[in-house]
């Protein structure tokens, strides 16, 4: 195939803007997941549910997220990315009080199979626009964006912490939540560049498999998110039933994650351009599986909060680099995104499910043994992130006539 060379990506007329705009999107999708997770607890409690019952309620957002993940990059391509995130980011606000009001187990599936539809459009089309500004600025930001994620998680755990700590009925802090910050939604909203497709530009496929060179970076993500996923659902659980901690505590053991994955990802992209992705990732590794072994080993809430703060900092960056590094293979970012994100985000909305069902046979204990495995396989597979490793030739390379960005109007960044 002919190469040629690929002009250079056309800057952000407003790039402070853009750049605050995305991060404040990740901010809101992290806090309606961080206020739902606090309050899992009670939802197990109100319904009376077994770790079982409790674990195929959760593989009910893996559902939706994975029939629905697909149809992200035909909002966009429809409605634009600015109003496209700004519609399924709404959804998702409001989906966050549907589960609390559910009155049986089956009500409670089909209330998650709606939470999980929303979470995986939005989150595939914030993406989507994350790597498209990181491109343009031309420097790495989503591991960032991802760290304001786990911010907005952290700040609405604390409010969930509060709330199980005043035994604050959960339909009405979920339903007071939702709306606050679906008013939020719309003025941040407002600041994203609005990228949009040609008139004659395909419409992407209902169903969109992410590309063969991609699998492998899907592999890591999936790695990471299963322990993501795990941590964030059944730390809870696993402190209130393994460690004999308060339901306070219990709440905490959430915090103490999304504390450290906040952090490590806010400073993630300086240590991606000091060590490189790859390297990052085998260090990331390592200190995930450190903490999957202080989890597997605790008898207290002592060793047991550490052992999943040190999976958050393993993992923090692990999702922003497999993101990057889909969002350079083919033509269509949104679709490669989508592809990938339906791997990896799969992999963490049935991690509860799964962690349920070997816990229900097993021991929770035994279950937080699978992720700590997976922790470790995140160093045998760092060098599939290589493609994410940015470097400062990339705006001038050239590269297959059929992998350079086409079919985008960029006029009205």
Not at 372 to 401: C, F, I, Q, W
Request: proline fraction near 6%; include cysteine; charge should be positive.
């Amino acid at each position: 195939m002919n190469r040629t060379t690929a002009p250079p990506p056309r800057p952000l007329t407003a790039p402070r803007r853009a750049r605050a705009s995305i991060a404040l999107v990740f901010g809101v999708h992290g806090a309606v997941s961080g206020s739902f997770v606090t309050r899992i607890p009670w939802l197990q409690d109100r319904l009376d549910l077994s770790t079982g019952q409790l674990g195929l309620a959760l593989v009910m957002p893996a559902i939706g997220s994975s029939l629905a993940m697909p149809l992200a990059g035909r909002f966009v391509h429809r409605y634009g990315g600015r109003a496209a995130v700004r519609g399924l980011l709404s959804l998702w606000c409001l989906a966050l009080a549907l589960p609390a009001l559910a009155p049986s187990l089956p009500l409670l599936c089909v209330a998650l199979l709606a939470y999980g539809a929303t979470a995986g459009m939005a989150d595939v089309a914030m993406n989507a626009q994350g790597v498209e500004i990181e491109e343009r600025l031309g420097r790495s930001i989503m591991s960032g964006l991802h760290g304001m994620w786990s911010a907005g998680g952290l700040l609405a755990s604390g409010f969930g912490i509060l709330a199980a700590h005043l035994a604050l009925d959960a339909r009405l802090q979920l339903a007071v939540t939702a709306l606050v910050l679906l008013a939020l939604a719309q003025p941040v909203c407002r600041g994203l560049p609005d990228l949009r497709a040609h008139e004659d530009a395909q419409e992407p496929p209902r169903f969109a498999l992410p590309p063969r060179s991609s699998l492998v970076i899907g592999l890591v993500g999936f790695c990471a998110v299963f322990a993501e996923g795990a941590s964030m659902d059944w730390s809870g659980v696993y402190l209130r039933d393994v460690t004999g901690a308060s339901a306070t505590v219990a709440a905490a053991s959430y915090t103490a994650f999304s504390l450290t994955m906040a952090v490590s990802r806010l400073a993630g992209d300086a240590a991606i351009r000091r060590l490189g992705a790859v390297r990052t990732t085998r260090i990331g590794g390592a200190v995930a599986t450190v903490g999957g072994l202080l989890v597997v080993a605790a008898d207290r809430p002592a060793l047991a909060i550490p052992g999943f703060a040190l999976i958050g900092v393993g993992i923090a960056v692990i999702v922003p680099l497999a993101f990057a590094a889909a969002g350079r293979i083919g033509s269509n970012p949104s679709q490669a995104i989508a592809g990938v994100a339906t791997v990896t985000y799969t992999s963490g909305l049935i991690a509860p499910a799964v962690i349920g069902t070997l816990a229900q046979a097993t021991s929770l204990t035994a279950s937080f043994g699978l992720v700590t495995a997976l922790a470790l396989a995140l160093l045998l597979s760092a060098g599939a992130l290589r493609r994410a490793e940015r470097n400062p030739a990339d705006e001038n390379v050239t590269a297959p006539e059929s992998e350079r960005p086409s079919g985008k109007d960029l006029s009205t960044i």
